[in-house]
């Protein structure tokens, strides 16, 4: 055999070898894309994958009514709330909104209009979240209401980015948020800390509105923003109850969030 045909032979041999399992030594095909398995050899458990495929399904909502963030995931999803990932997920939604923004044919009549909800979409809760387990802890309504209170909440840059652009493009900015009338004060103050200055309309929950569903009462509210001549040509929230409904709006953007679901 001469040495062209034996360095083939040895190339050969190689790619034999990586293409065996190691765990048990069948043969595999070779994958169309490398894959991290649900399992390593002889089937231990790789961590974090599990919670991966949770929060995947959390976000697409296929996994619904859920209470809590499993015991298991709450360091998981601490760690995707404060890294860089949940920054940029949340860049990509809105990086997509404000090219959509910019590509509207606007008639510039004050009636095109864009709904934001408030936590976990122009506001952050996760200095309190942080101390409570990142939903992983059953929710605590006086803790909550105590921290909106503080008025501490930070903005959420990829959406105050958002926020600027639609102001600079004279688009009424609407806030729509589940919290109660009672907090208008303070929610007011910590908006405008958190550079929200000027919107046409700032939405809570009202006495009639307690009880309601949150896809019903913010479908409602949309609507009597449409019977008051308002366009909403835009519409984004972190939950699936903030952008689903009736009155929807021309489209709507989800923002992430593993920490709590609100139907």
């Known amino acids: 055999m001469g040495r062209p045909s034996q360095l083939l032979f040895l190339f050969f041999i190689v790619v ?9 030594g069948a043969l595999l095909p070779l994958p169309m894309h490398l894959l991290r398995p649900q399992t390593g050899c002889h089937g231990h458990k790789i961590d974090g994958v599990s919670c991966l495929s949770w929060r995947f399904a959390v976000e697409t ?3 619904r009514n ?8 709450e360091d998981y999803v601490g760690n995707y709330m404060l890294g860089h990932l949940y920054r940029q997920d949340s860049k990509a ?35 309190h979240y942080s101390q409570h387990g990142f939903g992983a802890k059953p929710y605590d309504s006086v803790a909550f209401n105590a921290w909106v209170e503080t008025g501490k909440a930070p903005r959420l840059p990829e959406s105050h980015n958002l926020y600027v652009t ?3 493009l004279k688009i009424k900015v609407v806030f729509l948020t589940g919290r109660p009338e009672s907090q208008r004060e303070v929610s007011e103050a910590n908006l405008r800390r958190a550079g929200y ?48 409904g009736n009155s929807t709006g021309s ?8 920490m709590y679901y609100l139907s």
């Open 16 to 24: 034999l070898i990586n293409i065996v399992d190691r765990c048990n």
């Open 61 to 63: 909502n296929n996994l």
């Open 66 to 73: 859920w209470k809590t963030v499993p015991a298991e995931c």
């Open 93 to 127: 939604v809105t990086d997509q909104a404000i090219l959509y923004a910019k590509s509207l044919n606007l008639t510039g009549d004050g009636k095109e209009t864009w709904v934001f909800d408030v936590d976990e979409t122009v506001l952050s809760n996760l200095p």
């Open 166 to 168: 639609l102001r600079s």
């Open 197 to 244: 200055n000027k919107w046409e309309k700032l939405i809570l929950r009202g006495e009639k509105d307690v009880g309601k569903l949150a896809v019903v009462y913010k479908s409602e509210k949309r609507r009597e923003l449409e019977k008051q001549g308002y366009k909403i040509i835009g519409n984004i929230g972190d939950q699936w109850s903030d952008i689903l």
């Open 251 to 258: 489209r709507t953007f989800k923002l992430p969030d593993p």
